[in-house]
C-alpha cells in the first residue's frame, strides 16, 4: 500500500538552529499538510498546500515556519530559529481530494527535539 | 469554528469484550466528514473509520463501527472482540466539506488499553 515517507525520523537541534523535514506524498495524491503533536496532546493543523501554494494556514503557521515543494516529489517544512516550544512530533499527511472526504493519510512523523 | 471533545481520556477493556469511545462536536457547517484515528506507541496515525454526516447509515469497517447522531453531533466508536493491538490512542476528527485542503480538526484523544 502506498505510504507518506518522512525524514528524518528523529532530530535533535540547538535552540535558534534552522530545522527541514522532508515528506514524499503518496505519488497521486495532490493535497498536502503538515500536523504538529506536542508530547501528551491533542494533534494540530500546521497548514495545506495545493497547486504550489498554500490553501489555508493556523495560527500557529507564523513567519517562523515555511513550506515549498521543490520538486515533484518533495513536500518541506523548514521551521527558522527554532525555539524549546517547537519540541514536538510533524506530521506530514496528503490526500487525493479532500472535497470528497477522502482518507488523509499520515506519515509515521518526524520527531523534533529542540535543546 | 469547529470543535471535537472526547471526553474519557483514558479506557480499559478485555480482551474479546466490546468498549465504546465518546466523541462530540461542535459546528454550524451541515456537510462534514468524521473520522477515528489510532495512533498506536508508534506514533503513526492510521485511519480507523471515515463518516460522511449526509448519510444516515452507521460505518462500520469489520470490528469497529460507529454510532452516528447528527442531531445531538455525537460520533461514538464501538470496538468489538478488542485485541490486544487495539491497544492506542485514538482521535475523533472532523473535517468540513470544502473546496480545496480541508483540514482535520482532532479531539483530545482517548488512551485505549486493551488487557489480556
Known amino acids: 500500500e502506498p505510504e507518506v515517507t518522512q525524514t528524518p525520523s528523529h532530530q535533535v537541534t540547538q535552540m535558534g538552529q534552522e530545522v527541514i523535514l522532508r515528506c514524499v506524498p503518496i505519488?497521486?495524491?495532490?493535497?498536502f499538510y503538515w500536523y504538529r503533536q506536542i508530547l501528551g496532546q491533542k494533534v494540530e493543523f500546521l497548514v495545506s498546500?495545493?497547486?504550489?501554494?498554500?490553501?489555508?494556514k493556523s495560527e500557529i503557521f507564523d513567519d517562523q515556519f515555511s513550506v515549498e515543494r521543490p520538486d515533484g516529489s518533495n513536500f518541506t517544512l523548514k521551521i527558522r530559529s527554532t525555539k524549546l516550544e517547537d519540541s514536538a512530533m510533524y506530521f506530514c499527511a496528503s490526500t487525493t481530494d479532500s472535497y470528497s472526504g477522502n482518507t488523509i493519510y499520515f506519515g509515521e512523523g518526524s520527531w523534533l527535539t529542540v535543546v | 469554528a469547529q470543535t471535537v471533545t472526547q471526553s474519557q481520556p483514558e479506557m480499559s477493556v478485555q480482551e474479546a469484550e466490546t468498549v465504546t469511545l465518546s466523541c462530540t462536536y461542535d459546528t454550524s457547517e451541515s456537510n462534514y466528514y468524521l473520522f477515528w484515528y489510532k495512533q498506536p506507541p508508534s506514533r503513526q496515525m492510521i485511519l480507523v473509520i471515515r463518516?460522511?454526516?449526509?448519510?444516515?447509515q452507521n460505518a462500520t469497517e469489520n470490528r469497529f463501527s460507529v454510532n452516528f447522531q447528527k442531531a445531538a453531533k455525537s460520533f461514538s466508536l464501538k470496538i468489538s472482540d478488542s485485541q490486544l493491538g487495539d491497544t492506542a490512542m485514538y482521535f475523533c476528527?472532523?473535517?468540513?466539506?470544502?473546496?480545496?485542503?480541508?483540514?482535520?480538526?482532532f479531539g483530545e484523544g482517548t488512551q485505549l488499553t486493551v488487557n489480556p
Open positions: 505519488s497521486n495524491h495532490l493535497y
Open positions: 476528527a472532523f473535517m468540513k466539506r470544502e473546496t480545496s485542503g480541508s483540514r482535520l480538526t
Open positions: 498546500f495545493y497547486n504550489n501554494e498554500i490553501s489555508e
Open positions: 463518516q460522511e454526516a449526509y448519510k444516515q
